[in-house]
């Protein structure tokens, strides 16, 4: 999967709804394109509960973000589920439920969750 946020209003936000998402830890790779640069960046986190968490911010004026990779990886006991949505100013898309059991890793970069 290779996203691209092409405005300063778009974001990937993820949601995990319950206390355990503190256990499921993100790292996303992605590049800006300015047209004249090209500059690599990693975002790295974890979840939180019952809040929304950036996974990879809006790109400044002018740029576009070109997304590589998100990965997700549950060091919890037992399964998590989790959304990955597509943030537009407010308004959320979904890009996928997931529900990573116990040690599970899920990675965009692989097709294996088609």
Not at 59 to 73: D, E, L, Q
Not at 81 to 95: A, C, Q, V
């Amino acid at each position: 999967m290779l996203l691209a946020l092409d405005s300063t209003t778009k974001s990937i936000v993820a949601f995990g709804g319950n206390a355990n998402a503190s256990n499921i830890s993100f790292v996303a790779v992605y590049a800006d394109s300015s047209g004249t640069a090209f500059t690599e960046g990693v975002n790295d986190g974890v979840l939180q509960g019952s809040t929304y968490v950036t996974v990879v911010a809006a790109p400044s004026a002018g740029v576009r973000r070109i997304i590589k990779s998100i990965t997700f990886y549950n060091n919890f006991s037992g399964p998590i589920g989790l959304l990955l949505e597509l943030d537009n100013n407010g308004t959320k898309r979904r890009i996928v439920y997931l529900l990573l059991g116990a040690q599970q890793t899920w990675s965009s970069a692989y097709r294996d969750w088609e």
